[in-house]
C-alpha cells in the first residue's frame, strides 16, 4: 500500500490561495490576517488534515507551545492523576506536556533549568526542593507554578492540598477507636506535605494520643521496612506518610504475623488506587488530585499570557474510613 504524503504547509497556502507566511500567521494565532483569509487558511487545515510541525512553529514564534512538568517520582501513581487532569487543559488550549523527573535530591533545579530550555513555562511538583533553588527559579521570571508547596518569600505561583486538618481528623478517628499509642511513618524530611501531617499528628496529643515519629518515606519499600523499628515502641496504630508506605507496612505486618487491624490499625494519606482495593482496604485521606492538577493548569496558563494568577486558598482533603482501622487492641472502643 502507498504511503500517504505528508500534507505540508505549502499544500495549504495553494488551497486557501494566500502565502505559507499568511497560513504561518494563522497557525500561530496572529490576529493581523484578514478575516476572509484565516477562515480560507482554516478550512483548507481542516479539510488536508494538516498537522503543523510543532518544532517549526516553535522557532518562527518563539514559542514552543509546550510546558514542563517536573516531578519526584514518576511511579507514585499519585502524581498520575494530577499530570492527567493538567494534560487535558493543556491540549484544550494547544499546549503539550513534557514531563520528567529527578533521581538524587539536589539535582531538582538543574533538571528544572533543563527542561525550561524547551518548554514555555514549568510546573514544578515538588514538597521537598530547597528553598533557595525555588527563589532561583522565580528570579528567572519564566511561567512557573509550584504544585504541593506552600513556602513564604518564595515570589512562585503556589496551589496545594490542606494537609494538616484532614490528618488531624484522622488522628481523631484513631483516638475515638482507643489508640493512644501511635508511631509515624515519616515521609521525606525535607518535604513540606511530610511537615504539615506531623504537625497535625503532634497537634493530637491534644486528643489523648501519643505519638513517635520513625523515618520512613513514601514508596511501598520504605513503609515496609520502617515497620520493624515501628513496632518496637509498641503501637496500636501507624499513621503512614502515605498509602503506599501503609501498603508496605500492612504486608510487614502480615508477615510477622500481625493482623490489622485487629492487632494494629494502619492509615495512609492520598488515596491513590491501591488504596481502595488492598487487602484490607485502606482508611486513608482523599486528595483532590483533578481538581489539583486542574487549577495548576489554570495558574500556569495565566502566567503563560502574562497575567499574574490569584493566590488561591488551600484545597481541601477528605477523610474515609475503611477497613484498616478497627478499636485499639486491649481497649473497649
Same mark, same amino acid.
Given at each position: 500500500?502507498?504511503?500517504?504524503?505528508?500534507?505540508?504547509?505549502?499544500?495549504?497556502?495553494?488551497?486557501?490561495?494566500?502565502?505559507?507566511?499568511?497560513?504561518?500567521?494563522?497557525?500561530?494565532?496572529?490576529?493581523?490576517?484578514?478575516?476572509?483569509?484565516?477562515?480560507?487558511?482554516?478550512?483548507?487545515?481542516?479539510?488536508?488534515?494538516?498537522?503543523?510541525?510543532?518544532?517549526?512553529?516553535?522557532?518562527?514564534?518563539?514559542?514552543?507551545?509546550?510546558?514542563?512538568?517536573?516531578?519526584?517520582?514518576?511511579?507514585?501513581?499519585?502524581?498520575?492523576?494530577?499530570?492527567?487532569?493538567?494534560?487535558?487543559?493543556?491540549?484544550?488550549?494547544?499546549?503539550?506536556?513534557?514531563?520528567?523527573?529527578?533521581?538524587?535530591?539536589?539535582?531538582?533545579?538543574?533538571?528544572?533549568?533543563?527542561?525550561?530550555?524547551?518548554?514555555?513555562?514549568?510546573?514544578? &511538583?515538588? @514538597?521537598?526542593?530547597?528553598?533557595?533553588? #525555588? *527563589?532561583? +527559579?522565580?528570579? $528567572?521570571?519564566?511561567?512557573? !507554578?509550584? %504544585?504541593?508547596?506552600?513556602?513564604?518569600?518564595?515570589?512562585?505561583?503556589?496551589?496545594?492540598?490542606?494537609?494538616?486538618?484532614?490528618?488531624?481528623?484522622?488522628?481523631?478517628?484513631?483516638?475515638?477507636?482507643?489508640?493512644?499509642?501511635?508511631?509515624?511513618?515519616?515521609?521525606?524530611?525535607?518535604?513540606?506535605?511530610?511537615?504539615?501531617?506531623?504537625?497535625?499528628?503532634?497537634?493530637?496529643?491534644?486528643?489523648?494520643?501519643?505519638?513517635?515519629?520513625?523515618?520512613?518515606?513514601?514508596?511501598?519499600?520504605?513503609?515496609?521496612?520502617?515497620?520493624?523499628?515501628?513496632?518496637?515502641?509498641?503501637?496500636?496504630?501507624?499513621?503512614?506518610?502515605?498509602? &503506599?508506605? @501503609?501498603?508496605?507496612?500492612?504486608?510487614? #505486618? *502480615?508477615? +510477622?504475623?500481625? $493482623?490489622?487491624?485487629?492487632? !494494629?490499625? %494502619?492509615?495512609?494519606?492520598?488515596?491513590?488506587?491501591?488504596?481502595?482495593?488492598?487487602?484490607?482496604?485502606?482508611?486513608?485521606?482523599?486528595?483532590?488530585?483533578?481538581?489539583?492538577?486542574?487549577?495548576?493548569?489554570?495558574?500556569?496558563?495565566?502566567?503563560?499570557?502574562?497575567?499574574?494568577?490569584?493566590?488561591?486558598?488551600?484545597?481541601?482533603?477528605?477523610?474515609?474510613?475503611?477497613?484498616?482501622?478497627?478499636?485499639?487492641?486491649?481497649?473497649?472502643?
Amino acid at each position: 500500500m502507498k504511503e500517504r504524503r505528508r500534507v505540508t504547509i505549502r499544500d495549504v497556502a495553494d488551497a486557501a490561495g494566500v502565502s505559507v507566511a499568511t497560513v504561518s500567521r494563522v497557525m500561530s494565532g496572529s490576529l493581523t490576517v484578514n478575516p476572509e483569509m484565516a477562515e480560507r487558511v482554516r478550512r483548507a487545515t481542516q479539510e488536508l488534515e494538516y498537522r503543523p510541525n510543532g518544532a517549526a512553529q516553535g522557532l518562527a514564534s518563539g514559542m514552543h507551545r509546550s510546558v514542563g512538568v517536573v516531578l519526584p517520582d514518576l511511579s507514585n501513581p499519585y502524581f498520575h492523576g494530577i499530570i492527567k487532569a493538567t494534560n487535558v487543559g493543556a491540549a484544550r488550549d494547544g499546549y503539550r506536556m513534557l514531563v520528567t523527573e529527578w533521581q538524587e535530591p539536589g539535582e531538582e533545579l538543574g533538571v528544572c533549568l533543563d527542561v525550561l530550555s524547551r518548554v514555555d513555562g514549568l510546573m514544578v &511538583l515538588s @514538597a521537598r526542593m530547597e528553598t533557595d533553588s #525555588l *527563589r532561583d +527559579l522565580a528570579a $528567572r521570571g519564566v511561567p512557573t !507554578v509550584l %504544585v504541593n508547596r506552600v513556602e513564604l518569600g518564595v515570589d512562585l505561583p503556589m496551589v496545594a492540598v490542606d494537609n494538616f486538618s484532614p490528618m488531624l481528623e484522622l488522628c481523631q478517628h484513631l483516638a475515638s477507636l482507643g489508640h493512644r499509642r501511635v508511631v509515624y511513618l515519616a515521609g521525606s524530611p525535607g518535604a513540606w506535605q511530610n511537615r504539615e501531617r506531623w504537625k497535625a499528628v503532634q497537634q493530637a496529643r491534644i486528643l489523648g494520643l501519643e505519638p513517635v515519629m520513625v523515618a520512613s518515606d513514601a514508596t511501598i519499600e520504605a513503609g515496609y521496612e520502617a515497620t520493624d523499628e515501628a513496632l518496637g515502641h509498641d503501637p496500636t496504630a501507624l499513621i503512614a506518610f502515605n498509602d &503506599l508506605a @501503609a501498603l508496605g507496612a500492612i504486608a510487614r #505486618l *502480615r508477615e +510477622l504475623g500481625l $493482623r490489622t487491624p485487629e492487632d !494494629v490499625s %494502619v492509615t495512609g494519606f492520598d488515596d491513590v488506587a491501591l488504596a481502595r482495593y488492598a487487602d484490607p482496604a485502606l482508611t486513608t485521606i482523599v486528595s483532590p488530585k483533578a481538581a489539583l492538577g486542574e487549577q495548576a493548569w489554570l495558574m500556569l496558563e495565566a502566567s503563560l499570557r502574562g497575567e499574574r494568577p490569584e493566590q488561591p486558598p488551600l484545597l481541601s482533603a477528605t477523610f474515609v474510613q475503611r477497613a484498616s482501622t478497627g478499636p485499639a487492641k486491649g481497649s473497649r472502643a
